[in-house]
């Protein structure tokens, strides 16, 4: 579950952080305490993460459609045929050119 002011993007770091494993012959550590080699870490000198570059590939395309669905948003959102919810419609950038791209084309007609 998400902890209280957590962003989606903070949720999906957290909770896809990778764990990683003790090389042989580490300093390692997991939440505090000294494992050995070849055990389960998430601190220390010797702590190695084999996935941490695809979880960060996750991450960011996750990162990347949430920005996309937000400019579709904004977009739907001055086109005037339909008010995405939790948006102003037009946004205050199409208010000050006159309202929606359909309020535009009908007063064009």
């Not at 962003?7 to 042989?24: D, F, M, P, Q, S």
């Not at 948003?73 to 050119?97: D, K, M």
């Amino acid at each position: 579950a998400r902890l209280r002011e957590e962003t989606n993007i903070k949720y999906l770091e957290r909770i896809y952080g990778v764990a990683g494993a003790c090389a042989y012959g580490g300093a390692c550590s997991l939440r505090n305490k000294s494992v050995g080699a070849g055990k389960l870490c998430n601190g220390g000198a010797g702590c190695e993460y084999p996935c941490a570059r695809a979880m960060a590939g996750v991450i960011n395309s996750y990162r990347w459609y949430v920005g996309t669905v937000g400019a579709s948003r904004i977009i739907q959102s001055n086109l005037g045929v339909a008010c995405p919810y939790g948006y102003r419609c037009p946004t205050q950038e199409f208010q000050a050119l006159g309202g929606t791209v359909l309020q535009g084309v009908e007063a064009f007609r």
